[in-house]
């Protein structure tokens, strides 16, 4: 194994992991307007990465293709919904439920692969996606509410992967056409909320966080576009399950969160239905190299 990609893929989930606690920094500013920032900001650090490695033509020729830019129009939605359910949910006391929507994250993967995609479920893969509704549900019969937040997480990032495989273009600079199409919502949004808008009014730590959000959303995505260079994908999948393991601790250990016996009958069914999910995958990777296998030679006359 790539011990250079095992480092990227660690620097991303750990990043990803521990978001939180940096968004909490943040609790007095509305999500909203985090967002606003994260958008502005990340622009702004793409800038400057596109011109340090020269990237810039990739961007000019996304615009060429209209289809390109439209789609990246979208997955831009997406992932601005996620992004701004995220930030709400750690600042409102709701990171036990923001951790859940990534555990289930992988398995609706699956689910949309089989919808969008036309891909087949294998056996076990269907029982963990039933072993993840059953979950759901008993949230559904004892609370009489669903788990919104963690649906929409996982619903729109989700999404957001889906439509970004259709677009073939050049990571970083996919990644800056996207809050690039956001930036000027974003901006305007600011324009008439003047909390956080003028920063020469603001405490000098709360600029120095509200720019770090470029920072935090760039920084954790170009180290994953790194480790998928140097790792199979199979194997960057197992390291997707750091992050909301941070954020599930975080928010029991440190942020003290309720985590009650109906909480456990949810996650106790999404977790389960994981270790069905990473019990197929490695099931079928040594089926897989049993095949690839050279048959031993046969001595002949």
């Known amino acids: ?32 307007e985090i967002l606003s920032h994260r958008v502005i900001w990340s622009c702004v650090f793409l800038v ?7 990237k810039v033509g990739a961007v000019r020729q996304i615009f060429k293709q209209r289809r390109q830019w439209q789609t990246l129009l979208l ?3 997406f992932i ?15 990171i036990l439920e923001a951790s859940l929507g990534y555990y289930i994250n992988p398995l609706l993967n699956v689910a949309l692969g089989m919808v969008f995609l036309g891909e087949k479920l294998r056996r076990l893969q269907w029982f ?10 008993a949230q559904l019969a004892y609370f009489g509410s669903l788990p919104w937040i963690a649906l929409v997480l996982a619903l729109s990032f989700g999404l957001y992967g889906l439509f970004r495989k259709k677009v073939p273009v050049d990571p970083v600079a996919g990644l800056f056409v996207e809050t690039l199409l956001l930036l000027p919502v974003a901006l305007l949004y600011l324009g008439f909320h003047h909390s ?25 995505l170009l180290c994953f576009i ?30 003290g969160e309720n985590f009650d016996p109906h909480n456990m009958l949810t996650f106790g069914f999404i977790w389960v ?11 079928q990777q040594r089926l897989r190299a049993k095949q690839k296998k050279p048959l031993p030679a046969k001595d002949g006359c």
Request: charged share 5%; with cysteine; aromatic share 12%.
């Open 1 to 32: 194994m790539d011990s250079k990609g095992v480092l990227y893929a660690l620097a991303a989930y750990l990043i990803w992991g521990i978001a939180p606690v940096y968004f909490k920094l943040l609790h007095q500013v509305p999500a909203t």
């Open 48 to 54: 400057a990465l596109l011109l340090a490695l020269g």
């Open 75 to 77: 997955t831009a939605c």
């Open 80 to 94: 601005a919904t996620n992004w701004g359910i995220y930030i709400w949910s750690v600042n409102n006391g709701h």
């Open 128 to 137: 963990a996606l039933m072993l993840a509704l059953l979950g759901v549900l």
């Open 196 to 220: 956080t808008a003028a920063m020469s009014d603001n405490d000098w730590s709360l600029n120095t966080l509200l720019v770090a959000a470029g920072i935090v959303t760039t920084v954790p």
């Open 226 to 255: 790194a480790a998928a260079r140097h790792l199979p994908l199979s194997v960057l999948g197992f390291f997707q399950y750091i992050a909301p393991s941070l954020a599930f601790l975080l928010a029991v250990l440190v942020y």
């Open 273 to 283: 239905a994981l270790l069905v999910f990473v019990f197929d995958g490695l099931r």
